[in-house]
Nanobody, 123 residues
């Protein structure tokens, strides 16, 4: 089971931090991958990136310059950091888990999916 948490409102140019709390499975269990996906208003789902059970990461090229995903294994949580947010970063953000390296936002590729958290970028 996954649960996203973080601020619902962020100002432009600020850094967004979202945390996904994982229960029922350890982050470090092979071959788990833990990802972030988002859906802007009236737009399709967009894959952001993942962190592997070993701690290595991979990001969507369009977002890689300002994205970082880290994990806290003691809390069994992983965190999305998105720098220099703009209005276009307004979206519902989801965390998800899979048994392999998924690089698409296709929900059916994941075996666990959080309920989502609305993030609005506004001054």
């Amino acid at each position: 089971q996954l649960q996203e948490s973080g601020p619902g409102l962020v100002k432009p140019s600020q850094t967004l931090f979202l945390t996904c709390s994982v229960s029922g499975e350890r982050l470090t269990t092979a071959p788990k991958y833990w990802g972030w996906i988002r859906q802007p208003p009236l737009k399709p789902l967009e894959w952001i990136g993942y962190i592997r059970y070993s701690g290595s990461t991979y990001y969507a090229p369009t977002l890689s310059s300002r994205t970082s995903i880290t994990s806290d294994t003691s809390k069994n949580q992983f965190t999305l950091q998105l720098d220099s947010v703009t209005l276009e970063d307004t979206a519902v953000y989801y965390c998800a888990g899979s048994d392999g390296p998924v690089v698409t936002p296709d929900r059916f590729q994941y075996d666990a999916w959080g309920p989502g958290i609305q993030v609005t970028v506004s001054s």
